[in-house]
């Protein structure tokens, strides 16, 4: 498996919206759940959503009702549509997929910046 790779991060105002794109690279493994963790200075990285290849999904309570994760799984693309966003969202974002099963290989994106400021 290599690296994922994401992109969308950026600058934003409180407020405003973002969208998160991860691509994974299968290979001959099947990808068991893609997600987001996010990591804001002095802190630990914390799981923001991850969804299943079944569907299933989870987000963190801070984000519930604000941030949206949706797949394509032809594509083998996760998306995190984040809205409503604060400064407390800023940090760096990492894409993670995990492939064959729940305790399967781990492959972690680069991570990609996202800044809520005025």
């Known amino acids: 498996q290599v690296q994922p790779v994401e992109s969308g991060g950026g600058l934003v105002q409180p407020g405003g919206s973002l969208r998160l794109s991860c691509a994974a690279s299968r290979g001959i493994f099947t990808i068991y759940s893609m997600g987001w963790y996010r990591q804001a200075p002095g802190s630990q990285r914390e799981l923001v959503a991850q969804?299943?290849?079944?569907?299933?999904?989870n987000n963190a309570d801070s984000v519930k009702g604000r941030f949206t994760i949706s797949r394509d799984n032809a594509k083998d693309t996760v998306y995190l549509q984040m809205n409503s966003l604060k400064p407390e969202d800023t940090g760096v974002y990492y894409c993670f997929v995990r492939y064959n099963s729940l305790l399967g290989p781990l492959r972690w994106g680069q991570g990609t910046q996202v800044t809520v400021s005025s």
């Open positions: 969804m299943t290849s079944s569907g299933t999904s």
